[in-house]
T-cell receptor, first 114, second 112 residues
Framework: AQSVSQHNHHVILSEAASLELGCNYSYGGTVNLFWYVQYPGQHLQLLLK??????LVKGIKGFEAEFIKSKFSFNLRKPSVQWSDTAEYFC????????????FGKGTTLSVSS | EAQVTQNPRYLITVTGKKLTVTCSQN?????MSWYRQDPGLGLRQIYY???????DKGDVPEGYKVSRKEKRNFPLILESPSPNQTSLYFCASRNYLGDTQYFGPGTRLTVL
């Protein structure tokens, strides 16, 4: 069965610090990978996704993620965080076969102080 | 505007009183699903549907029912709610190929 592991439950940073959130998955086949963000009181929104091609994916708001197949990882990065990045971040994985479920990690709460 | 809507957004009820949370999408998506979000547990899938009249259990289906009589609607039914179903519920939809999943605004349910 597929599973997703996010290593950090809560990350606290100051503005302008660099961010890296870890995500590892377990699945033997070809996967599609996603990062979602949930701002306080809001629903989940897609930050970025990887299906194929360049393993370095750029998303909205200056976020990027790198797919490393050999490590089963899809870490999220941002060079310089802002207070408005305070949110919960979810990594998600699905098989590339149509109709399969999207499996979420448990989430990482990011708190950015100004 | 492409969207997933849920109603109600907030609900407080008592144990045993049947309730339904509606979900509707306007993107003609085949695939719809329900998740619950609990602190420290992330999002867990309750039920999903790959098309009209096709539904299946997710990871935590106990105590819930769903139906998919029309493509756009996917209501979540709690026949006899219990306090352990107090949670934040999200409906989501995507096309069958699974490009991007769109989420509704969430329904915060409290069962006393």
């Amino acid at each position: 069965a597929q599973s997703v592991s996010q290593h950090n439950h809560h990350v606290i940073l100051s503005e302008a610090a660099s961010l890296e959130l870890g995500c590892n998955y377990s699945y033997g086949g070809t996967v599609n990978l996603f990062w979602y963000v949930q701002y306080p009181g809001q629903h989940l929104q897609l930050l970025l996704k990887y299906f194929s091609g360049d393993p370095l994916v750029k998303g909205i708001k200056g976020f990027e993620a790198e797919f490393i197949k050999s490590k089963f990882s899809f870490n999220l990065r941002k060079p310089s965080v802002q207070w408005s990045d305070t949110a919960e971040y979810f990594c998600a994985v699905k098989s590339n076969q149509a109709g399969t479920a999207l499996i979420f990690g448990k989430g990482t709460t990011l708190s950015v102080s100004s | 505007e492409a969207q997933v809507t849920q109603n109600p957004r907030y609900l407080i009820t008592v144990t045993g009183k049947k309730l339904t949370v509606t979900c509707s999408q306007n993107m003609n998506h085949e695939y719809m699903s329900w998740y619950r979000q609990d602190p420290g547990l992330g999002l867990r899938q309750i039920y999903y549907s790959m098309n009209v009249e096709v539904t299946d259990k997710g990871d935590v289906p106990e105590g819930y029912k769903v139906s998919r009589k029309e493509k756009r609607n996917f209501p979540l039914i709690l026949e006899s709610p219990s306090p352990n179903q107090t949670s934040l519920y999200f409906c989501a939809s995507r096309n069958y190929l699974g490009d991007t999943q769109y989420f509704g605004p969430g329904t915060r349910l409290t069962v006393l």
